[in-house]
């Protein structure tokens, strides 16, 4: 609920850019992705699942591109000065996707936790 608000504050400050509302979106989707924690039926697990994995990989996605494609050196280079350089990098310019992309892991391992939660109970109200 607070990246929500934060970001919609953040995209009235803006007057024009490219990507308004990109922020938005994720912060929305993992607000989502909680309350189908909360409502815990079959459905709602799935549905926050999928969600949080999602942004999760389109965030991780984000900050690993996003440098790559900042830099300029046609020689390649190995993964380990690239993540390091691009973690770096949206650490100094973006910290925040960093709280995203924790907020999404922990969506998710609650939702797996859940989900075995609620087959467990399903198999003991069968037998």
């Not at 608000?5 to 009235?12: F, H, K, L």
């Amino acid at each position: 609920m607070f990246l929500f608000i934060v970001e919609i504050y953040r995209d009235s400050q803006l007057i024009s850019c490219w990507d308004c509302g990109w922020d938005r979106q994720h912060s929305f989707l993992l607000l989502l992705a909680a309350t189908g924690l909360w409502i815990d039926k079959l459905w709602s697990l799935l549905i926050a699942g999928i969600v949080s994995a999602r942004e999760a990989y389109l965030i991780g996605h984000e900050i690993l591109w996003r440098f790559i494609e900042m830099t300029e050196t046609k020689e390649p280079l190995s993964n380990w000065p690239i993540l390091r350089n691009s973690l770096s990098f949206t650490y100094d310019t973006r910290p925040d996707y960093f709280l995203s992309v924790i907020i999404a892991g922990i969506i998710f391992i609650l939702t797996l936790s859940s989900f075995r939660a609620y087959l467990l109970n399903q198999q003991g109200n069968s037998t």
